[in-house]
């Protein structure tokens, strides 16, 4: 008795890749309908499906995954919409690309970021480029330069491009302008192979941008800023690392014009005076996530108090930022999310009462001095559904304050505990919200589904002891 | 009560209750399609199916007749114009129930009567049946070799020697994994 094919569908798919390939040699029946099972596979990332006995990096030449990339396109190609190689600096030679090329003809999102290309791939975009929406060459290299340099060739016939990024891109750039002007989002961060006015032009052509990285700010002059501050659609900011003085030549000013901001990330930034940030938080409007680091010309934060909608903020580096400051952001309670990081004029009284005022869910304090086990025991203490809270390397964080997080009103809903560089904490500590959870966790079983994430708890660089893993491996993940 | 008739000469026939026997989709329809006339009287005959085989889907329907029927979610034609990844159709995750464990026949002696369940649960359209037991399959042959599977499904390999070798290291690649 034999299984019918509408039987033995439902079985294949429920296999693995590749042991669905293994099975193609059982008899001709099956290796037909088995290639017919692939049309489910959307997205391919090839790095899944290297074997790497080495433990060393993949990028070594002994490596060849021709015959794999070829065996997955030639299968699954036609349906795949999104290709990568996982990041991980895969050496990716020219047959590689020539097949990708070849079969997977509905592609629409190519990642090479990260990878060493060993190929041209000119007529492969020109194949596939048209069809692309997404597109990374994120830190790509190229073994030989002038392949690289073709590139930015291809960029007008990229209709269809919606997200490109480029970061630290180290090819010429010159037809950067060409791009589509359906353009939403480019990571253009620390890229070279721009000057200032090709970069000009790439921006006025470009109204649709809605999110811009550019932090290391690749290159620009008087008017880059200028420009960037008239974009009416951008949504999301990153910028940083400008390390020149001369305010003239470089005003940040201009920022403060783009309304529609709702997200700014500005780190390591000497343009960034008092005076500019004082005018970006009063005009700002719609800005409900702010990020602050390093900027050593911000001699005061109460700016901050006129972000009214202010979701999220984040500052770090600064002996400027204190508890006054905190004072004033608290006073319109809009707070979910708030970090810190070496800012060591923030003490627990300020962050009590943050806790207080605003709706906290997600804290984190990190080598911040001043701070002690009061600001958990308020915490813990709020009813505030916290998911995250991280307390690293804070010398006077000790077991009494992580162990007051038990007394949680919602325990089950924190998901990150980060504890890590506190010698003072150990066992005592995790063992107590071991407890609770326990319990909070029999409370709720009725409502729990069974997919509920565990909580994680980071203990690197703490007194707790290796054997703790296993006791509460059930509830918790301790990360060492 | 409905009743179900075997394709043995001569039929069995099973007496079930309505609600049951309509887990099948395809005897649903046919239900459907006949309203009006006396269906408790006329017994419906399975051309497909031998009375062992029934009686596991009886025994099945009659378990399940008060499950709550699954969700039918709309499945999108895959054509070309279509570039949206909404219809990302993974296949969900099939659980087998305590209870299906216990039905299913999976001794190795039996495994001829688990194909045939398959492909009756394929023709009646009772597709969480179906589900399961794909599922059971897939767990079994997974990770064996292909002789194991070959052998477990019946199967002959009908490649020439020469096809066989050129199958083979066209997918060596995934061999290791």
Redesign the interface.
């Known amino acids: 008795?034999?299984?019918?094919s509408?039987?033995l569908i439902?079985?294949?798919?429920?296999?693995?890749f590749?042991?669905r390939?293994?099975?193609?040699?059982?008899?001709?029946?099956?290796?037909a309908i088995l290639r017919s099972t692939f049309?489910?596979v959307?997205a391919l990332n090839v790095a899944d499906?290297l074997?790497n006995s080495s433990q060393n990096y993949y990028q070594q030449d002994s490596l060849s995954?021709v015959?794999?990339v070829i065996?997955l396109v030639s299968r699954c190609g036609p349906?795949v919409?999104?290709i990568g190689f996982g990041s991980r600096w895969l050496k990716v030679s020219q047959p590689i690309v020539d097949n990708i090329s070849h079969y997977c003809t509905?592609l629409?999102s190519l990642d090479l970021g990260c990878v060493i290309l060993n190929a041209d791939i000119s007529e492969a975009l020109t194949a596939i480029g048209p069809n692309l929406?997404d597109f990374s060459l994120e830190e790509t290299s190229w073994i030989d330069q002038e392949a690289g340099d073709k590139v930015h060739r291809q960029f007008i016939n990229m209709k269809k491009l919606v997200r490109i990024n480029l970061r630290r891109a180290m090819f010429d750039l010159t037809r950067l302008p060409d791009l589509p002007a359906n353009l939403e989002y480019i990571n253009i961060s620390g890229a070279r192979g721009l000057s200032a006015a090709t970069f000009n032009q790439f921006l006025m052509f470009h109204p649709n941008l809605t999110e811009l990285h550019v932090s290391p700010f690749p290159c620009g002059d008087a008017t880059t800023l200028d420009i960037i501050g008239n974009m009416p659609k951008l949504r999301l900011l990153e910028i940083g690392y400008i390390q020149r003085f001369e305010e003239d030549s470089f005003d940040l000013h201009a920022l403060s014009a783009i309304s529609s901001l709702q997200t700014l990330h500005i780190q390591n930034c000497l343009p960034l005076t008092t005076s500019c940030f004082r005018l970006m938080c009063a005009t700002l409007l719609n800005l409900t996530s702010l990020t602050v680091i390093s900027c050593q010309r911000v001699l005061n934060y109460s700016p901050l108090g006129e972000c009214q909608q202010l979701e999220r903020l984040n500052v770090g580096q600064t002996i400027q930022f204190c508890d006054d400051d905190l004072t004033s952001i608290a006073a319109n309670r809009t707070l979910s999310s708030f970090t810190i990081t070496k800012c060591i004029n923030v003490t627990t009284d300020g962050l009590v009462h943050l806790i207080r005022n605003c709706p906290i869910n997600e804290l984190v304090v990190n080598n911040c001095e001043d701070v002690s086990d009061a600001a958990l025991v308020a915490l813990a203490t709020s009813r505030l559904p916290v998911h995250t809270v991280a307390m690293q390397g804070c010398m006077y964080i000790s077991n009494k304050g992580a162990a007051a997080l038990a007394n949680l009103e919602w325990l089950t809903a924190l998901k990150e505990l980060d504890l890590s560089h506190n010698r003072a904490i150990d066992d005592q500590a995790v063992l107590a919200i071991y407890a609770a959870l326990r319990d909070a966790v029999a409370r709720e079983s009725s409502t729990r589904t069974a997919d509920e994430q565990k909580m994680t708890i980071y203990v690197h660089r703490t007194g707790v002891s290796p054997q703790l893993e296993g006791v509460v491996r059930d509830l918790i993940t301790l990360s060492y | 009560m409905i009743q179900l008739c075997s394709n043995d000469d001569p039929p069995v026939s099973f007496t079930v209750p309505r609600k049951a026997v309509e887990l099948s989709k395809t005897i649903k329809t046919m239900l459907e399609d006949l309203e009006g006339f006396d269906m408790e009287q006329t017994p419906i005959p399975l051309p497909n199916v031998d009375a062992p085989t029934l009686e596991l889907i009886v025994k099945w329907v009659e378990q399940h007749q008060d499950d709550p029927p699954p969700v039918e979610k709309p499945r999108v034609e895959d054509d070309d114009s279509d570039d949206s990844d909404a219809d990302d159709d993974q296949e969900p995750e099939v659980v087998i129930p305590e209870w299906d464990k216990k039905f299913l026949p999976t001794d190795d002696e039996q495994k001829n009567q688990l194909f045939k369940l398959l492909n009756a649960a394929n023709y009646l359209e009772i597709k969480p049946l179906l589900d399961i037991g794909c599922k059971y399959v897939a767990d079994k042959i997974s990770g064996q070799t292909v002789e194991w599977v070959r052998d477990y499904l019946n199967m002959e390999n009908d490649y020439t020697p020469e096809e066989e070798a050129k199958l083979k290291e066209e997918i060596a690649w995934a061999e290791g994994l």
């Open positions: 008795d034999k299984v019918d509408d039987s439902l079985v294949f798919r429920s296999l693995s590749k042991e390939v293994r099975l193609e040699l059982v008899c001709k029946r099956w290796c049309a489910n959307k499906f074997v995954f015959p794999t065996g349906y919409r999104s509905r629409s929406v």
